[in-house]
Protein backbone atom coordinates (compact mmCIF):
# COMPACT_ATOMS: atom_id res chain seq x y z
CA UNK A 1 0.00 0.00 0.00
CA UNK A 2 1.62 3.22 -0.94
CA UNK A 3 1.41 6.84 1.17
CA UNK A 4 -1.97 7.86 -0.65
CA UNK A 5 -3.78 5.03 -0.48
CA UNK A 6 -2.57 4.51 3.25
CA UNK A 7 -3.56 7.98 3.83
CA UNK A 8 -6.90 7.94 1.99
CA UNK A 9 -7.54 4.81 4.38
CA UNK A 10 -6.50 7.36 7.86
CA UNK A 11 -9.28 9.65 6.16
CA UNK A 12 -12.19 7.02 5.76
CA UNK A 13 -11.16 5.73 9.44
CA UNK A 14 -11.09 9.80 10.82
CA UNK A 15 -14.10 10.24 9.10
CA UNK A 16 -16.25 7.81 10.33
CA UNK A 17 -14.82 8.28 13.80
CA UNK A 18 -16.24 12.10 13.59
CA UNK A 19 -19.77 10.66 12.48
CA UNK A 20 -20.02 8.61 15.45
CA UNK A 21 -18.60 11.20 18.29
CA UNK A 22 -20.84 13.76 16.70
CA UNK A 23 -23.82 12.00 16.40
CA UNK A 24 -23.25 10.88 20.49
CA UNK A 25 -21.62 14.00 22.04
CA UNK A 26 -23.40 16.57 19.47
CA UNK A 27 -21.63 18.10 16.48
CA UNK A 28 -20.01 20.68 18.45
CA UNK A 29 -18.63 19.09 20.84
CA UNK A 30 -14.91 20.00 21.55
CA UNK A 31 -14.12 16.31 20.93
CA UNK A 32 -15.99 16.66 17.24
CA UNK A 33 -14.12 19.96 16.32
CA UNK A 34 -11.00 18.73 17.02
CA UNK A 35 -11.61 15.43 15.22
CA UNK A 36 -12.97 17.68 12.30
CA UNK A 37 -9.64 19.97 12.57
CA UNK A 38 -7.53 16.74 11.90
CA UNK A 39 -9.84 15.69 9.40
CA UNK A 40 -9.14 18.68 7.30
CA UNK A 41 -4.97 18.33 7.43
CA UNK A 42 -5.22 14.95 6.19
CA UNK A 43 -7.64 16.27 3.55
CA UNK A 44 -5.60 19.01 2.87
CA UNK A 45 -3.01 16.79 2.67
CA UNK A 46 -4.38 14.62 0.12
CA UNK A 47 -5.02 17.24 -1.86
CA UNK A 48 -1.09 18.49 -1.92
CA UNK A 49 -0.47 14.93 -2.82
CA UNK A 50 -2.93 14.53 -5.41
CA UNK A 51 -1.87 18.02 -7.26
CA UNK A 52 1.59 16.75 -6.92
CA UNK A 53 1.29 13.56 -7.84
CA UNK A 54 -0.04 14.34 -12.05
CA UNK A 55 2.82 16.82 -12.89
CA UNK A 56 5.66 13.96 -11.79
CA UNK A 57 3.76 11.87 -14.17
CA UNK A 58 3.71 14.66 -16.92
CA UNK A 59 7.11 15.34 -16.53
CA UNK A 60 8.13 11.81 -16.40
CA UNK A 61 6.17 11.24 -19.55
CA UNK A 62 7.43 14.13 -21.41
CA UNK A 63 10.95 12.95 -20.54
CA UNK A 64 10.72 9.17 -22.02
CA UNK A 65 9.36 10.72 -25.26
CA UNK A 66 12.16 13.39 -25.71
CA UNK A 67 14.68 9.77 -25.05
CA UNK A 68 15.96 11.40 -21.88
Sequence with gaps: MNDTQLLLVKIELLRNKMTEVALKKGFSSA???SISQELDQLLNLYDTKKQIKP????LTASHHDNGI
Design 31 to 33: ESV
Design 55 to 58: DNKQ
